[in-house]
């Protein structure tokens, strides 16, 4: 069974930056797209940032000049570099795989938590 998991969330200063990354347990084939989630407490999970497998990016309209994902050296692996952060960037963070056909369900990371707080 294939795995994504989750690394670098922690606790960061306003105005700070931090980088998450996701790897996949396994090698996927067919996928269309990489990218994140995240989910704030009391809020519904919210999308933040995509690139598919030809390599254009696609941002959330809050993250947008301050995030930039890229695809990884390794297969199957992506990244989110967040710069400026806000207290509102506080969340649950999941790393989302979108294969290339439609019939096959997405992969899903466990989360990993970002605190944005001083």
């Known amino acids: 069974q294939v795995q994504l998991v989750e690394s670098g969330g922690g606790l960061v200063q306003p105005g700070g930056s931090m980088t998450l990354s996701c790897a996949a347990s396994?090698?996927?084939?067919?996928?269309?797209?990489m990218g994140w989630y995240r989910q704030a407490p009391g809020k519904q999970r919210e999308f933040v940032a995509s690139?598919?497998?030809?390599?254009?990016?696609v941002y959330a309209d809050p993250v947008s000049g301050r995030f930039t994902i890229s695809r990884g050296s390794a297969k199957d692996t992506v990244s989110l570099q967040m710069n400026s952060l806000k207290p509102d960037d506080t969340a649950v963070y999941y790393c989302n795989f979108r294969p290339l056909r439609v019939d096959r369900v997405d992969y899903w990371g466990q989360g990993t938590q970002v605190t944005v707080s001083s």
């Open positions: 396994q090698s996927i084939f067919g996928l269309n797209a």
């Open positions: 690139i598919t497998s030809g390599g254009t990016a």
